[in-house]
């Protein structure tokens, strides 16, 4: 089995210079996909300094990391159909036969080590994928907002994704409707930790950047600080209680949080939690 992990590279690319080290080791290809004309979803224009693939010719030591540069925006769709239609090129473009693994350069994968040991010891899964098509969902700990003396983040329900899949059919983004399997995995997004001009610009090319009132939010976001951050709850854009509350990390080098969360008891869900979630999927995908 390949271990191929892909990343989408936008406005935000130079998150990537702390996510890609995070998966080098235990990966075999890593592939980032950039848009043949440097637009987001949103056809919104970016540009890259030449200094990030300096970076990436310097660190990729083992040859691991190849750029799949294609024509992901179509002005006929929308921001969130254009991120699905990016994600299922970027999935084609692997090949098959394997996991296709797809993360976004703020995602900051906590023991990808231990994950991907995972995917080796369940090989049952790559057999015939299109009988016995799955998600794997993880928890993941965002980051709220960068302050002087630490990160905000989303303290407990923990909110879970999909990273990986072995049948390409998404959905929304990387969301398909194949059966949800949940892992006991970590991913730590820095969602909204950035500086003030980058979360406007974040907030306005989002794929869901028609759902909500951009303005509001933001400056609902704005007034947010260490002094008062106790005060506020249920604060996601979207679905209000899905962030019901917010912890402080104190540390304010990106580059530590990681382990910081990694050596806390800050990420923990229990075997029972995960084996109920499991079993629910179980029935209603009556797969036994």
């Known amino acids: 089995m390949q271990v191929n992990v892909g990343f989408l590279v936008s406005y935000d690319y130079k998150y990537?210079?702390?996510?890609?080290?995070?998966?080098?080791?235990?990966?075999?290809?890593?592939?980032?996909?950039?848009?043949?004309?440097?637009?987001?979803?949103?056809?919104?224009?970016?540009?890259?300094?030449n200094d990030f693939?300096?970076?990436?010719?310097n660190f990729d030591v083992d040859n691991k990391i190849?750029?799949?540069?294609?024509?992901?925006?179509?002005?006929?769709?929308?921001?969130i159909q254009n991120d699905t239609r990016e994600r299922t090129m970027l999935a084609?473009?692997?090949?098959?036969?394997?996991?296709?693994?797809?993360?976004?350069?703020?995602?900051?994968?906590?023991?990808?080590?231990?994950?991907?040991?995972?995917?080796?010891?369940?090989?049952?899964?790559?057999?015939n994928p299109e009988k016995n098509k799955v998600q794997l969902f993880l928890f993941f700990v965002n980051l709220f907002k960068k302050l002087p003396d630490g990160y905000l983040y989303v303290?407990?329900?923990?909110?879970?994704?999909?990273?990986?899949?072995?049948?390409?059919?998404?959905?929304?983004?990387?969301?398909?409707?194949?059966?949800?399997?949940?892992?006991?995995?970590?991913i730590v997004h820095n969602t909204w930790a950035r500086e003030n001009e980058e979360i406007y610009f974040k907030l306005n090319n989002w794929g869901h950047n028609k759902d909500f009132d951009v303005e509001k939010y933001f400056a609902f976001w704005k007034n947010i600080d260490s002094s008062n951050?106790?005060?506020?709850k249920n604060v996601h854009p979207l679905a209000p209680e899905k962030w019901r509350s917010l912890g402080l990390c104190p540390t304010n080098d990106i580059n530590e949080v990681v382990s910081f969360f990694e050596n806390s008891?800050?990420?923990?869900?229990?075997?029972?939690?995960?084996?109920g979630k499991?079993?629910?999927?179980?029935?209603?995908?009556?797969?036994?």
């Not at 995070?22 to 979803?41: G, H, K, P, Q």
């Not at 693939?53 to 010719?57: A, D, L, V």
């Not at 008891?265 to 084996?275: E, G, M």
């Open 16 to 49: 990537l210079k702390q996510s890609i080290p995070l998966v080098y080791e235990a990966s075999d290809r890593i592939v980032l996909a950039l848009d043949i004309e440097s637009r987001t979803w949103s056809g919104n224009k970016f540009t890259i300094d």
């Open 53 to 57: 693939f300096e970076w990436i010719k």
């Open 66 to 79: 190849e750029i799949y540069r294609d024509d992901f925006f179509d002005p006929n769709l929308n921001a």
């Open 92 to 127: 084609e473009f692997f090949g098959k036969g394997n996991w296709y693994i797809q993360l976004d350069a703020d995602e900051l994968f906590v023991n990808f080590k231990g994950f991907v040991a995972y995917l080796r010891a369940n090989p049952k899964y790559l057999i």
């Open 155 to 186: 303290e407990k329900p923990f909110e879970t994704a999909t990273v990986a899949t072995n049948y390409i059919g998404y959905k929304n983004a990387r969301i398909s409707k194949f059966r949800k399997i949940y892992l006991p995995f970590f």
């Open 229 to 232: 951050y106790t005060e506020f």
């Open 265 to 275: 008891k800050i990420l923990n869900v229990s075997s029972l939690y995960i084996w």
């Open 278 to 288: 499991n079993i629910a999927q179980k029935f209603k995908h009556l797969k036994f």
